[in-house]
């Protein structure tokens, strides 16, 4: 079993900068990838941004490509995902997630957090 817990989240406002942190205690966090995944009302949870155990692969969504940055600290056993230059249209829950591999399925992970929201303001 996994715990994560996110934290971070806020109202920020478009053009600002924001660093979300997912927290995994124990001596597991190095094997698992770490996903970001985010839900905006009415709309299904979308996948944002992927990364290996040993943080040598990331992927990220088109639509964050060159604006949100995955990275981990597997000393720290905490993902984080930076997000510059946010628009309106990022607001949602920001969910992390663990899984084996690196992968843009939400159901390829295994653990989820509880989320933190994150609100751009224009």
């Known amino acids: 079993q996994v715990q994560l817990v996110e934290s971070g989240g806020g109202l920020v406002q478009a053009g600002g900068s924001l660093r979300l942190s997912c927290a995994a205690p124990g001596r597991t966090f190095s094997s698992y990838a770490m996903g970001w995944f985010r839900q905006a009302p009415g709309k299904e949870r979308e996948f944002v941004a992927a990364?290996?155990?040993?943080?040598?692969?990331?992927e990220h969504a088109d639509s964050v490509k060159g604006r949100f940055t995955i990275s981990r600290d597997n000393a720290k056993n905490t993902v984080y995902l930076v997000m510059n230059s946010p628009k309106p249209e990022d607001t949602a829950v920001y969910y992390c997630?663990?899984?084996?591999?690196?992968?843009?399925?939400?159901?390829?992970?295994?653990?989820w957090g509880q989320g933190t929201q994150v609100t751009v303001s224009s």
């Open positions: 990364i290996s155990r040993s943080g040598g692969m990331t």
């Open positions: 997630a663990a899984g084996t591999y690196v992968n843009i399925r939400r159901n390829e992970y295994d653990y």
